[in-house]
């Protein structure tokens, strides 16, 4: 083999190797990815099916239950125009309260169920998440037009 075959070998299984390196990369990056919706654009069909992804809003008031295990906690997140069912089995933060903003994280059931892997809730009265905030102005303005 000549001198120049070689090196075109050495180049090409580089190019592979580093293609192969980009592919890995890219493919743990999608997996990890976390997409957030609000309740409305999961109500309305928007959100993936059997893939985690976030929602975030209000805690609706009175919809807060407990299961008789203990251990799993029922609530509903709102953006003022819709509502999704949420059930989650673990501790809830300190400050999850209704009528308080939350994030939950997990997948949607073919049911309509969310179930969440987990719960963040807002650090203090004046934060709520920049996309939850949004989701429930761009509720309020749609509830605007709709009355009108």
Known sequence: MKARQKRLILVVAGVALLGGAVALVLSAFQQNLVFFHTPTEV????????????????????????????????FAITDT??????????????????????????????????????????HDENYMPPEAQDAIDQAHKTAATVSQ
Do not use: N
């Open 81 to 122: 125009a819709r509502s999704i069912p949420v059930a989650y089995k673990g501790p809830l933060p300190d400050l999850f309260k209704e009528g308080k903003g939350a994030v939950v994280q997990g997948a949607l059931g073919a049911d309509g169920q969310f179930s969440a892997t987990e719960v963040l809730a807002k």
């Open 43 to 74: 109500a309305e069909g928007k959100a993936p099916q059997g893939r985690t992804f976030r929602i975030g809003g209000m805690v609706e008031d009175g919809s807060i239950k407990r299961d008789a295990d203990g251990i799993t906690v029922r």
